[in-house]
């Protein structure tokens, strides 16, 4: 089992900026990607950034050149800038983790989820 804790979510006006955390727990084995997706009301989860263990990273087109994803492999964490926050940005946003057991078969694991509301 892998367990996951989020930090970092809140109030920010438009054009502001928020970083969010993440830290994995338990067993990770050492292939594991980490990565954001976040859920507006009404609304499918959608990934917003995503990053693999060797530091390959994917991002949302409404995302890219606002938001940045990275990672700490000794803390098992990882982060998300997001600059030039939009209203549109709201949303509950989840950490994700895919262990890989091997090269093509993960577990999806799922934090508690943030609340990142972007208003004035």
């Known amino acids: 089992q892998v367990q996951l804790v989020e930090s970092g979510g809140g109030l920010v006006q438009p054009g502001g900026s928020l970083r969010l955390s993440c830290t994995a727990s338990g067993r990770l084995f050492s292939n594991y990607a980490m990565g954001w997706y976040r859920q507006a009301p009404g609304k499918q989860r959608d990934l917003v950034a995503d990053i693999t263990s060797s530091g390959s990273t994917d991002y949302a087109d409404s995302v890219k050149g606002r938001f940045t994803i990275s990672r700490d492999n000794a803390k098992n964490t990882v982060y998300l800038q997001m600059n030039k926050m939009k209203p549109e940005d709201t949303a509950v946003y989840y950490c994700?983790?895919?262990?890989?057991?091997?090269?093509?078969?993960?577990?999806?694991?799922w934090g508690q989820g943030t609340q990142v509301t972007v208003s004035s």
């Open positions: 994700n983790v895919r262990n890989y057991y091997n090269s093509n078969s993960y577990t999806n694991y």
